[in-house]
Nanobody, 120 residues
Framework: QVHLVESGGGLVQAGASLTLSCVAT????????MAWYRQAPGKEREFVAR???????SDADSVMGRFTVSRDYTRNTLFLRMINLKPEDTGVYCC??????????????WGQGTQVTVSS
């Protein structure tokens, strides 16, 4: 089955940069959109950025100009380059992928997440 594995999180000070990676392993079907979401303790999960299967990307207003999402289709990897990090960026960053099997119903897969902590 398909699993998503995120990496790259850490503890940094405001203004620092981090690059997150999400690798889809044991891929058995086509992948439509891959996206990053984040969630702070006690808060709702929020959308961060996404890349569609045909290369169209978009991101949330809160990260525009600071985060860059990209996708390596050959290696089934999603990246999130984050610069000028702010304390409000703190949270667990999770990768999401929409799987499209040849037979059956499309479904979503979520990774376990990687922690990003930004201190002031």
């Amino acid at each position: 089955q398909v699993h998503l594995v995120e990496s790259g999180g850490g503890l940094v000070q405001a203004g620092a940069s981090l690059t997150l990676s999400c690798v889809a392993t044991r891929r058995t079907s086509s992948i439509d959109t891959m996206a990053w979401y984040r969630q702070a303790p006690g808060k709702e999960r929020e959308f961060v950025a996404r890349v569609t299967s045909d290369g169209m990307s978009s991101d949330a207003d809160s990260v525009m100009g600071r985060f860059t999402v990209s996708r390596d289709y050959t290696r089934n990897t999603l990246f999130l380059r984050m610069i000028n990090l702010k304390p409000e960026d703190t949270g667990v960053y999770c990768c999401n992928a929409v799987m499209v099997p040849s037979i059956g119903t499309r479904y979503e897969v979520w990774g376990q997440g990687t922690q990003v902590t930004v201190s002031s």
